[in-house]
């Protein structure tokens, strides 16, 4: 399997970006495993085909900066677990997920 690690560092908002990235990754894979921890940082994996890589990149790119690795380096037979880090620079440290009142 190839692997590819990219750390990704945003001023989006956390909510935005949790809604973001797994849609554009499910369009051209899949995830296997998504971690939060605290506001500070979102882990990813990823299984994408490499023939999807270039039109993830693309799409990512509207949103993050991303640098796509030179792929005559990878075995194009085999898929890509994609390691994924990012880092919220709007952090506070404390997460904290505002539910509304709901009327009785």
């Known amino acids: 399997m190839n692997r590819i690690y990219w750390k990704i560092i945003t001023n989006l908002p956390r909510h935005e970006v949790i809604r973001i990235i797994p849609q554009l990754i499910n369009q051209h894979g899949i995830v296997l495993n998504s971690n939060l921890f605290s506001d500070y940082c979102l882990s990813l994996v990823a ?17 993050f900066t991303l640098e ?5 380096n990878f075995n194009l037979s085999k898929p890509i677990m994609i390691f994924i880090s990012i880092n919220f ?5 404390e997460l904290k997920n505002i ?3 709901v009327p009785s």
């Open 99 to 101: 539910i509304p009142n």
């Open 89 to 93: 620079n709007q952090a506070t440290g």
């Open 47 to 63: 299984e994408v085909e490499v023939n999807d890589l270039i039109k993830l990149v693309t799409e990512l790119n509207f949103y």
């Open 68 to 72: 796509i690795p030179n792929l005559a």
